[in-house]
């Protein structure tokens, strides 16, 4: 199993250029925020009664999931993707209150958005990761910001 380093520099080879890292941290939070949410969207079967049904859907358990893969990379970047996911969680239900059954079509449109974003940045870069190691990186991604926020303050991975 690869380290949370491992990872990181894995991804930053294709993250060099300074337009494209940036256009990352508006683009990566967004993504990961539009998934979540339009996964959020569908509820589990055995979901009933209102706390259950606002707080047990297939975004959930993608969250849970996706723990299982940060807490192999590093404690500290699965407690703050822990604290992100239960933030994107909180923040569809806010959003899911004001826009209801129409909040499908806002988290695509982000979602599109967002994509050709990565896209414009990957040109941009001149490298772009294989297709399977997009899906992998959809993990890596926010874990790499968290990553670049810890450096900033000082916390270790």
């Given at each position: 199993m690869k380290t949370a380093?491992?990872?990181f520099d894995e991804y930053a080879e294709s993250h060099?250029?300074?337009?494209n890292t940036?256009?990352?941290w508006i683009c990566v939070p967004v993504i990961f925020y539009a998934i979540i949410s339009l996964l959020a969207l569908i509820e589990l079967p055995f979901s009933s009664g209102v706390l259950?049904?606002?707080?047990?859907?297939?975004?959930?358990?993608?969250?849970?999931?996706?723990?299982?893969?940060?807490?192999?990379?590093?404690l500290t970047i699965a407690l703050g993707m822990l604290?992100?996911?239960l933030g994107v969680l909180l923040l569809h239900q806010s959003l899911h209150a004001?826009?209801?059954?129409?909040?499908?079509w806002f988290n695509l449109l982000l979602f599109a958005l967002a994509?050709?974003?990565?896209?414009?940045?990957h040109h941009i870069e001149g490298k772009k990761p294989s297709f399977l190691k997009d899906l992998q990186f959809?993990?890596?991604?926010?874990?790499?910001?968290?990553?670049?926020?810890y450096r900033t303050i000082g916390l270790s991975l």
């Amino acid at each position: 199993m690869k380290t949370a380093q491992q990872w990181f520099d894995e991804y930053a080879e294709s993250h060099q250029n300074p337009v494209n890292t940036a256009v990352h941290w508006i683009c990566v939070p967004v993504i990961f925020y539009a998934i979540i949410s339009l996964l959020a969207l569908i509820e589990l079967p055995f979901s009933s009664g209102v706390l259950a049904e606002r707080w047990l859907n297939v975004g959930s358990l993608v969250i849970v999931l996706g723990m299982v893969f940060y807490f192999s990379m590093s404690l500290t970047i699965a407690l703050g993707m822990l604290l992100v996911s239960l933030g994107v969680l909180l923040l569809h239900q806010s959003l899911h209150a004001y826009f209801g059954s129409n909040l499908v079509w806002f988290n695509l449109l982000l979602f599109a958005l967002a994509w050709v974003g990565q896209f414009i940045g990957h040109h941009i870069e001149g490298k772009k990761p294989s297709f399977l190691k997009d899906l992998q990186f959809l993990l890596v991604g926010p874990a790499w910001l968290l990553g670049k926020v810890y450096r900033t303050i000082g916390l270790s991975l």
